[in-house]
């Protein structure tokens, strides 16, 4: 492209196991000017262990826009560039995005080096359709936000990938239980590539009982999958609460007029309650 400029590497590490570091990526590593890092601490053990030695400079989210501008000029005088992450692929839920944008912008080269990916390497291992699926990062922190996150998405009948932490696993599980049905399939990863490495597959009500029985299941890093839906339930998906009103109303009136109820009440959509409700009456 611009053969004065430098080039800008993106370069994927482990996520765990040092071992998961590709030739070019150590290549790379040893070859640039500069390596921009989310924590040049973190950074330097990788490179310790494959014996790079090489000038590090620090990107991480909270410095990451003025940051990049410096490093974009370093680009325009001809220096090249590696971008890292602590784990897996930069910009996966990690840093990196303004620097990218700002490159492409400037039609510099910008050339990934692939590797470790938590999401990837859950998703390779876990069982479930693989086609189509979402990745939403990691969820809301708060459980209504989650809860309405799950209430709007999770009726989809694609696979759905989030990042959780250990500190939520379990609130998480217990907020999709909410709204999702327990026989949903799903996959719980947890510290891919490492010693403790486990990949349960079950659905959604045994996956919270073994994280809530089990301490060692809200311990580490976590990738959580969860199975699309059967496209006949798409539009039948109501949280526990929503289904108790409808059940209550659907006692004194009729299946129309409890649904619009129920709407009015809960908030759900009456098109939704509509069908839930006629099959409640047929038994189903
Ligand atoms: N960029 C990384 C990637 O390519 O996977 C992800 C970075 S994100 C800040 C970190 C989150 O990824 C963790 O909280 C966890 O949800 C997931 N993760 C990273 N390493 C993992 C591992 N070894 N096992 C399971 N999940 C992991």
Not at 4 to 12: P, R
Not at 43 to 72: C, P
Not at 74 to 100: C, E, F, H, Q, Y
Not at 128 to 147: C, E, H, I, N, W
Request: overall charge neutral; charged content about 20%; proline content about 4%.
């Amino acid at each position: 492209m611009l053969a004065e400029f430098g080039k800008l590497y993106v370069v994927a590490t482990p996520i765990g196991n040092l071992a998961d570091m590709t030739f070019r990526a150590v290549e790379v590593l040893k070859q640039v000017d500069l390596i921009a890092a989310e924590d040049t601490r973190h950074v330097r053990m990788l490179l310790q262990h494959y014996g790079i030695s090489n000038k590090l400079v620090s990107l991480h989210q909270h410095n990451e826009d003025t940051a990049s501008l410096g490093l974009l000029e370093k680009l325009r005088t001809g220096l090249s560039i590696a971008l890292v992450s602590d784990a897996g692929t930069p910009l996966l839920s990690d840093p990196g995005m303004p620097l990218v944008k700002m490159a492409k912008a400037a039609g510099l080269d910008v050339i990934p080096i692939p590797g470790a990916c938590a999401l990837i390497a859950a998703l390779s291992a876990a069982g479930l359709p693989v086609s189509q699926f979402t990745f939403a990062g990691f969820l809301p922190r708060t459980s209504s936000a989650r809860k309405t996150f799950f209430a709007e998405h999770l009726a989809s009948p694609h696979t759905w990938v989030f990042y959780e932490s250990c500190h939520r696993i379990l609130a998480c599980l217990q907020d999709m239980a909410e709204i999702v049905p327990l026989e949903r399939g799903i996959v719980i990863a947890r510290e891919l590539t490492k010693l403790h490495e486990t990949i349960v597959k079950t659905h959604l009500g045994d996956a919270l009982r073994q994280v809530a029985d089990n301490d060692n299941m809200r311990k580490g890093e976590f990738v959580v999958i969860v199975e699309g839906a059967p496209p006949d339930t798409e539009e039948r998906l109501l949280s526990t609460e929503q289904e108790r009103v409808l059940k209550v109303l659907l006692q004194a009136c009729s299946v129309k007029t409890a649904a619009s109820l129920a709407a009015e009440i809960t908030g759900a959509k009456k098109k939704q309650l509509y069908q839930a409700a006629l099959a409640m009456q047929s038994g189903q």
